[in-house]
């Protein structure tokens, strides 16, 4: 389906030179010598790589259709990851190279939204917030909560991230997955 630029939208996916990219943001410039023109910020969704792009004003191109599957993280294989379909239960494999960010987080059985262009799996979209076990830090020092320092601690799944000093090995924390922050413990 062709759109121009006065249909795009923050999210929106559009094809332009063979690749798929995902709209972050976008401003509509009306310089006051020449034609207008679109400035626009790009996520290329297989690369991972965000490139801003200028169309001119009113200029047309295909609209991605993507398909966004709920699916469960069944286990690693190798190399492979394997990701089972709630609705079908059919089961895709995909390479830990493609994913290599959302590794952090996921977890088995955890539920995934996976990102899908025909045939092609471009990636997987995580929950906003992620509940995991912290499997390394340094003990606590008594009575030091006040002072709102922090310290490294690993997740079970081989995150590191910077946590409260009251926080100790096999507690359980809530996680932002858009930044690797820590929220709360769980």
Do not use: C
């Not at 400035?39 to 047309?60: C, D, H, P």
């Not at 909560?145 to 090995?169: E, I, R, Y």
């Amino acid at each position: 389906m062709a759109i121009s630029t006065a249909d795009f939208k923050n999210g929106l996916t559009i094809e332009v030179d063979n690749a798929i990219w995902r709209i972050i943001s976008f401003q509509h410039v009306k310089p006051g010598k020449g034609g207008a023109f679109v400035r626009s910020k790009l996520k290329n969704l297989r690369t991972g790589a965000v490139q801003e792009k200028t169309f001119r004003a009113g200029a047309k191109m295909e609209q991605a259709q993507i398909d966004t599957r709920k699916m469960q993280y069944l286990y690693a294989d190798g190399d492979d990851h394997v990701f089972m379909d709630l609705d079908t239960y059919d089961q895709i494999s995909i390479p830990a190279a493609q994913i290599t960010q959302e590794l952090k987080y996921l977890q088995e059985n955890m539920e995934v939204s996976v990102i899908q262009y025909g045939n092609e799996t471009l990636g997987v979209e995580l929950p906003n917030t992620v509940t995991l076990e912290v499997a390394e830090t340094e003990p606590g020092i008594k009575g030091d909560t006040a002072s709102g320092g922090s310290k490294p601690a690993t997740m079970t799944t081989g995150l590191t991230l910077q946590v409260p000093f009251f926080v100790n090995q096999g507690d359980k924390l809530v996680i932002n997955t858009q930044d690797g922050t820590y929220i709360s413990r769980g």
